[in-house]
């Protein structure tokens, strides 16, 4: 798993499945995740996205059944 401590991303597409992140900064950023097999810890984000797939989009919308005011939408 890679690990990042104290990293600022800035306009990229980070793809969270395998890595861990702690007290990174996340600005303008597309985040992907597909497996949901990442750790995020004290970290800040700003203006970014989030795009799910595979088993992550499948839990997302599970977790919207029980909760549909909890997220925008999901297609």
């Known amino acids: 798993m890679?690990?990042?401590?104290?990293k600022a991303f800035k306009g990229e597409k980070v793809f969270?499945?395998?890595?861990?992140?702690?007290?990174c900064s996340f600005e303008d950023c597309e985040m992907?995740?597909?497996?949901?097999?990442?750790?995020v810890a004290n970290c800040?984000?700003?203006n970014c996205t989030?795009?799910?797939?595979?088993?992550?989009?499948t839990i997302a919308?599970?977790?919207k059944l029980f909760?549909?005011?909890?997220?925008p939408v999901i297609e």
């Open 61 to 63: 919308m599970v977790i």
């Open 2 to 6: 890679r690990k990042y401590k104290d």
């Open 32 to 39: 992907h995740l597909e497996y949901g097999t990442t750790k």
């Open 16 to 23: 969270l499945d395998r890595s861990e992140y702690e007290r």
């Open 44 to 46: 800040e984000f700003k």
């Open 50 to 57: 989030l795009h799910l797939s595979g088993p992550a989009s």
């Open 67 to 71: 909760y549909p005011d909890a997220f």
